[in-house]
């Protein structure tokens, strides 16, 4: 099976609804942490390899980051955190923005803002074979600016000079940070359970969220006629929760089979 990267996007103006969901996120990112803590599953050979390789260079983060940073400074926003990036950068415009086109107009248009505020959660999504380091994590950081509704609201995930996605090889103007489209890599493992957790974050929080997997927003119109079911039947509060834990446990239950499957392969190549 091939490997896909599933980028997604959406915005949240109202900070009760935001807390509201990164609480439960919280949760999620409290187990995959417990996961990657713990130790960790025996491998083969080769993953060993293909790990040390992947993470030469690689700066060292926190498994989870809890994210409440006010910027004084220039950021760099990617015009790719909207899912019409030529809507946001004709907004930008008008607002007096600065925009940046890019070499050729291959890459997104940046836009540079000053003051503003990124406030939500970045974690590791534990998998035992850890093959796509620093591709790994998810990134419910929620950029501030009320003086630019356009962007007031968008998930963002950040990054530095030296690992932001948005370079793509070339070189990018100084800035206090990088606000990108946020995305992970992913293969054979939580594919279509990302499919589920991204539709229950669309149908409860955010209702302009948007992702990629191998088609747009796969399988959410099967989800939302399940969580919608369930909110008319239990109500909006307990559906909302209640449908959280089972996002939950078919985590646990993906996790703890690819541990067992890893573990396989290590005794496969000793035996």
């Known amino acids: 099976m091939l490997s896909v990267i599933v980028a997604w996007k959406g915005s949240c103006?109202?900070?009760?609804?935001r807390n509201r969901?990164?609480?439960?996120l919280h949760r999620l990112a409290r187990?995959?942490?417990?996961?990657?803590?713990?130790?960790?599953?025996?491998?083969?050979?080769?993953?060993?390899?293909?790990?040390?390789?992947?993470?030469q260079g690689l700066r060292a983060r926190a498994n989870v980051e809890t994210v409440d940073r006010t910027l004084s400074g220039p950021a760099l926003v990617s015009s790719s955190i909207s899912a019409s990036p030529s809507a946001l950068v004709s907004s930008a415009r008008e607002a007096g923005l600065t925009v940046i086109d890019r070499q050729e107009g291959s890459h997104a248009p940046l836009i540079a803002i000053g003051k503003l505020r990124l406030s939500g959660l970045d974690f590791k999504l534990f998998d035992p074979r850890d093959i796509y380091p620093a591709e790994d994590r998810m990134s419910f950081v929620f950029l501030e600016c009320p003086e630019h509704p356009f962007l007031?609201?968008?998930?963002?995930?950040?990054a530095t000079m030296d690992d932001c996605p948005a370079g793509q090889?070339?070189?990018?103007?100084?800035a206090s940070a990088y606000l990108v489209s946020p995305s992970i890599h992913l293969?054979?493992?939580?594919e279509d359970w990302t499919d589920c957790l991204f539709s229950w974050v669309k149908f409860f929080?955010?209702?302009?969220?948007?992702?990629?997997?191998?088609?747009?927003?796969?399988?959410?119109?099967?989800?939302?006629?399940?969580?919608?079911?369930?909110?008319e039947e239990r109500g909006?509060?307990?559906a909302e929760t209640a449908t959280f834990d089972a996002v939950l446990g078919t985590f646990a239950q993906h996790a703890e089979h690819w541990i067992d499957e890893v573990e396989g392969w290590a005794r496969s190549e000793q035996g």
Request: glycine share 8%; net charge negative; hydrophobic share 35%.
């Open 13 to 17: 103006r109202d900070a009760k609804i």
């Open 21 to 24: 969901l990164l609480g439960h």
């Open 31 to 55: 187990q995959s942490d417990i996961y990657l803590t713990l130790d960790q599953p025996e491998r083969p050979a080769f993953l060993n390899l293909v790990n040390e390789q992947r993470e």
């Open 152 to 158: 007031d609201g968008r998930l963002v995930e950040i």
């Open 169 to 174: 090889g070339e070189e990018l103007p100084a």
């Open 187 to 190: 293969r054979c493992y939580l």
């Open 205 to 231: 929080f955010v209702g302009d969220f948007w992702w990629q997997r191998w088609e747009e927003m796969q399988g959410y119109e099967d989800y939302r006629a399940v969580f919608k079911t369930i909110q």
């Open 236 to 238: 909006g509060e307990t």
